[in-house]
Nanobody, 126 residues
Framework: QVPLVESGGGLVQAGGSLRLSCTASGRTFNSAVLGWFRQAPGEEREFVAAITYNSGVAEYGESVKGRFIISRDAAKNIVYLQMNTLKPEDSATYLC???????????????????WGKGTLVTVSS
């Protein structure tokens, strides 16, 4: 069973919206921080957003702050990323991540996240 499975990517015009979902399978993730990174071709991976297990704390990367909203259904262990006012520079593969070592605080570094999904591709046309 794949621990993290993303869905919801696709092609959208600039200014449009998309909602990504990630289902985390297994009790390991019940109290984990869940989040998203993204990676465009030839670029470094970039922190997008993360949320604590009780949704008490959410953090965002500077480039998406005010446009993206992360949320979580704790009962189903699903994390969502609502992406609004999309720009061509948002085009990337979006990867779901989990940090089971933390429940109440968020680290934005890649090494903090032990589990990574395979990603879902988002393409924003101009």
């Amino acid at each position: 069973q794949v621990p993290l499975v993303e869905s919801g990517g696709g092609l959208v015009q600039a200014g449009g919206s998309l909602r990504l979902s990630c289902t985390a399978s297994g009790r390991t993730f019940n109290s984990a921080v869940l989040g998203w990174f993204r990676q465009a071709p030839g670029e470094e991976r970039e922190f997008v957003a993360a949320i604590t297990y009780n949704s008490g704390v959410a953090e965002y990367g500077e480039s998406v702050k005010g446009r993206f909203i992360i949320s979580r259904d704790a009962a189903k262990n699903i994390v969502y990323l609502q992406m609004n006012t999309l720009k061509p520079e948002d085009s990337a593969t979006y990867l779901c991540v989990a940090d089971p070592k933390r429940a109440h605080t968020i680290s934005r570094t890649q090494v903090s996240f032990d589990y990574w999904g395979k990603g879902t591709l988002v393409t924003v046309s101009s």
